[in-house]
Each structure stands twice: as structure tokens, then as C-alpha cells.
């Protein structure tokens, strides 16, 4: 395909004292074979020589700013979303790192399935033959009545750039987990396509923004709840009698895990949760339900999903 006729991909990266790993992941951009992108860099105001790495590679594929005082993670990342010129964009942090083929693979399925908001890339799962194109009630029916379908962080998520704008980018600082609530934003309003992964590389190192949900469940919780309720509150794509199901998920696991804290003496956390997010009179029986996720369970490695059609 020529370059004139695919589309624009941004790749955006956000830094913030990534000296020790920004060249690799730089390098890793640049070297896209068959790609038409360009690098746009939202120094966040490094306290280390992060700038000064950045600096140091001459590419007129890289537009690179450095902020003024220190923004935060996604109001950096908001930035990041205004500057960029692509149809698509994907973030790709300071410390992560793509394959070579990463953006040529991304932009075919960008061509082929243009009327979806965002593509996810996902692990091999028996039930599920890719690519496969998912609608706005599909999403919400794996999510909350199933295994799940979102994709683990941004390196494995293509945005649509108009999607993005269409919910307002990241609009809630308060949530920690940004990937995770922006799909639930998009795919309220947009199909999405699930893809095989395998283009891209995210590092889990210590003093990671996401560190301390993996490792505190009882943070995870706190910052879960503040867009899966919401959204589930909010929708109308499951029925009345699905969203009675969702809901005796959602808070059954949220007392279960409230219990088991008030079981271990840890009583600070299970009145946190409880204060922050009353359960409904009629949901407190939740905690003795076991969760309906079986949603989609017809479907196995004998009988894999190919095509929805109008499930």
C-alpha cells in the first residue's frame, strides 16, 4: 500500500525520568518498517537528562516538547492526544517497545475495519479465532457478564483519534487505570476489533503509576469501582435482567474481598470501600452468589468464535 493511501498513525510517547530505558524505546519506534507515523514526545518535565536523550536523536519523524512544570500522567497524555496529526494513534511510554512490524500489522487491520473505534490486541484464548470485530454490547456483555475482552494496557491498544476526542480523551485524573476506563468510553459509542497479540513489549518495573494497584487489591477496588459502576449504571446495552446479573458481580466481588479484610483485622479498608461505595440494600446478598460469567460459553476450541453476527 502506498503511504498516500493508509493511515497517519501517531505514536505517542509520555516520559517522565526514563533516561534508563528511552533510547530503546525510541529506537524501537523509528525502526517500523513499511510504517507512515510520526513520534510525538510529551516530556513531563524530567528531573534526570531524559531530555537531553531525546534531544539527541535527529529524526524529522520526532516532534518532541517538554512541559513547563509537571502535568500528571494523563493530562501529558491529553496533551500528547492534541499535538498528534495521525488518524490512529498508540501510546508507547519511555520504558516500553515495539516490534519492527508493529505498525505496518496495526495499520492493515486500521484499513480493513475503519469503522472501529479502537483495536485490541489480546493473548490466545481457545475461544476465539481473530481478528474479530466486536459491537459496543458485545464489549459490555464479555466485560461484565464474561472473562473480560479489554486489552492489558496501552501498547496494545490503536486508537481511533476521533474516538478519542468523542469522549473527551482522559477526563477523570482520579482514575489510575486509564486504559482500562478509556475502553469502556469507546466502545460505549464504537465497534471495536480484537486482534492476536504479539507486536509490542510493555515493561513492569518498580515505580510504575500502576504498581501499586497490581499490589494493593484494595486500591484496585477503589479505582475499578469508579468507572465499571458508572458504566454499567449508565448503559443501555444489556438488558434489565443482565444488568441484574452485572451488578450481583460487580458487587459480589466487592464484598467478598470487604469480608476477607474485615476477617484479617484490616478494617480500614473494608470501611473505605463501604464508604465510598455504598452497596444497594438488594445487592448485599451478592456476597453469597457465585458470579455468572458464562456469558459466552457455548463457544470453546471445538466451536470457536469466527463472527458474531448479532449475538
Aim: charged share 25%.
Amino acid at each position: 500500500m502506498e503511504f498516500s493511501t493508509v493511515p497517519f498513525i501517531s505514536v505517542l510517547m509520555v516520559t517522565y525520568n526514563s533516561s534508563a530505558f528511552v533510547t530503546e524505546a525510541i529506537g524501537s519506534v523509528l525502526a517500523q518498517t513499511d510504517a507512515n507515523f510520526e513520534l510525538v514526545i510529551c516530556d513531563d518535565n524530567s528531573t534526570d537528562n531524559t531530555w537531553d536523550i531525546i534531544n539527541s536523536f535527529k529524526d524529522e519523524r520526532i516532534k518532541a516538547s517538554r512541559n513547563d512544570k509537571n502535568l500528571g500522567e494523563y493530562q501529558n497524555r491529553n496533551k500528547a492526544i492534541a499535538t498528534a496529526k495521525g488518524d490512529y494513534v498508540i501510546f508507547v511510554d519511555g520504558d516500553d517497545i515495539i516490534y519492527d512490524y508493529c505498525l505496518k500489522t496495526l495499520t492493515s487491520f486500521a484499513v480493513k475495519y475503519p469503522d472501529c473505534g479502537m483495536i485490541l490486541a489480546r493473548p490466545w484464548n481457545e475461544r476465539i479465532i481473530y481478528p474479530l470485530q466486536i459491537s459496543s454490547r458485545q464489549f459490555y456483555c464479555f466485560e461484565f457478564l464474561d472473562s473480560g475482552i479489554t486489552a492489558i494496557n496501552f501498547t496494545k491498544i490503536l486508537f481511533k483519534k476521533v474516538a478519542l476526542l468523542a469522549v473527551n480523551c482522559f477526563d477523570n485524573s482520579k482514575i489510575k487505570m486509564g486504559d482500562d476506563y478509556i475502553q469502556y468510553k469507546i466502545a460505549a459509542l464504537y465497534p471495536s476489533l480484537v486482534i492476536q497479540d504479539g507486536f509490542s513489549w510493555w515493561r513492569r518495573r518498580s515505580g510504575q503509576a500502576s504498581e501499586r494497584l497490581v499490589k494493593n487489591p484494595y486500591l484496585f477496588f477503589m479505582d475499578s469501582l469508579q468507572y465499571k459502576l458508572p458504566a454499567l449504571t449508565n448503559t443501555d446495552l444489556l438488558t434489565s435482567e443482565e444488568k441484574e446479573v452485572a451488578f450481583n458481580n460487580v458487587y459480589g466481588n466487592y464484598l467478598r474481598y470487604a469480608i476477607r479484610q474485615m476477617l484479617k483485622l484490616r478494617f480500614k479498608n473494608s470501611i473505605g470501600l463501604l464508604r465510598h461505595y455504598p452497596v444497594p440494600g438488594k445487592y448485599l446478598t451478592s456476597v453469597f452468589k457465585k458470579p455468572v460469567k458464562n456469558f459466552f460459553s457455548g463457544y470453546s476450541g471445538e466451536n470457536p468464535l469466527k463472527d458474531f453476527g448479532n449475538v
